[in-house]
């Protein structure tokens, strides 16, 4: 099993992360982010506006979002100074769950160890947990020496589009560098598996978040 590294984030403009409101004692952290701030210069009586922030999670988990609004009223002469607080408390997931096997270029069979300077290859499988429509933008695999591809191997699922549960493989072709290894056995770190996405619902024809 190869350890993935997936691009799992909101495209963000102003990419101030929120912390969790609580860590897992249920003790407050003692860290916050900066906060975003955002100016509406008059509002009429009964009207209403929107105000859109763009945040990123780095991490899984409960996450806690305090919003803040200070504003002023003003009758007659007096000016009136006033701010409403509230706290959203929202879950962030995985958008995919990856795995892979290796499997031997001479029977295809499923194997556990590779010989140097002998094809195999590596099936990430890709499975989206979204709700939402992802859109594929590109895939890697960032190996570790002396692991190397056989030549040239782009991205079987550019632009590809998933929708919750759905199901998606690619094939590499590698090899144990026999230059570069020395070692009669050894336990070899693959590498990286990566993932570049976005929600299809943000992206326009022009334009990619």
């Not at 897992?24 to 952290?29: H, N, P, Q, T, V």
């Not at 001479?106 to 499975?127: G, I, W």
């Amino acid at each position: 099993m190869i350890p993935i590294s997936a691009i799992v984030c909101f495209r963000s403009r102003e990419p101030e992360t929120p912390v969790t409101p609580k860590d897992a004692l249920g003790g407050e952290f003692p860290f916050a982010s900066p906060p975003a701030t955002k100016s509406i210069t008059e509002l009429e009586k009964s009207s209403e506006t929107e105000v859109v922030f763009y945040i990123r999670s780095s991490t899984t988990g409960l996450r806690g979002v305090i919003v803040t609004v200070a504003y002023q009223v003003t009758e007659g002469q007096t000016e009136h100074k006033c701010s409403l607080t509230q706290k959203l408390n929202l879950d962030t997931v995985e958008p995919f769950l990856i795995s892979s096997e290796l499997l031997s270029c001479r029977n295809q069979q499923k194997m556990q160890t590779a010989y140097s300077d002998e094809p195999f290859l590596l099936l990430p499988e890709v499975k989206s947990l979204s709700k939402h429509a992802l859109r594929i933008f590109d895939t890697s695999v960032e190996l570790r020496p002396p692991l190397k591809k056989m030549g040239k191997q782009p991205s079987q699922l550019k632009e590809c589009t998933m929708y919750q549960e759905s199901i998606a493989n690619e094939c590499f072709a590698l090899k144990v560098n026999l230059d570069s290894s020395s070692l009669d056995v050894q336990d070899l770190t693959l590498g990286k598996y990566v993932v570049k996405w976005a929600r299809e619902e943000y992206l326009t024809d022009d334009k990619v978040r």
